[in-house]
């Protein structure tokens, strides 16, 4: 129903900023709860932060302060600015979509709420 791409990963070194783009196609993420995870190698998924339609969202203890979820409805894109990139934020970072509702947001940072998945963008920061 939704297809959704990432772009903007790359090699960056420890302190620098970067932004994430996943555009989707196909429905309108308007409609949709959305997440940013990542995977480290030899490491689980692990959710950075979900936004709901609601919209409530949730930053991993991780990341807040330094990543900040956004959407443009009308680009049909969400966006993960990053900042203060630290080397452990090395992983690919992947944006999924669902459709689920959830009357508590911790529900959504559950990799099984998502119905749909990018490709996922590698995300390098070196020391």
């Known amino acids: 129903q939704?297809?959704?791409?990432?772009?903007?990963?790359?090699?960056?070194?420890?302190?620098?900023?970067?932004r994430l783009s996943c555009t989707a196609s196909g429905r309108e993420i308007r409609n949709y709860g959305l997440g940013w995870f990542r995977q480290a190698p030899?490491?689980?998924?692990?959710?950075?932060?979900?936004?709901?339609?609601?919209?409530?969202?949730?930053?991993?203890?991780?990341?807040t302060g330094r990543f900040t979820i956004s959407r443009d409805n009308a680009?049909?894109?969400v966006y993960l600015q990053m900042s203060s990139l630290k080397?452990?934020?090395t992983a690919?970072?992947?944006c999924a979509a669902t459709l689920k509702y959830?009357?508590?947001?911790?529900?959504?940072?559950?990799i099984g709420a998502y119905g749909?998945?990018?490709?996922?963008?590698?995300?390098?920061?070196s020391s």
């Open 102 to 110: 959830y009357s508590d947001i911790f529900d959504y940072t559950q």
């Open 42 to 63: 030899g490491k689980e998924r692990e959710v950075v932060v979900v936004q709901t339609t609601g919209p409530g969202t949730y930053y991993s203890d991780s990341v």
């Open 87 to 89: 080397p452990e934020d």
């Open 2 to 18: 939704v297809q959704l791409v990432e772009s903007g990963g790359g090699l960056v070194q420890a302190g620098d900023s970067l």
């Open 75 to 77: 680009k049909n894109t």
């Open 116 to 125: 749909w998945w990018g490709q996922g963008t590698q995300v390098t920061v």
């Open 92 to 94: 690919v970072y992947y």
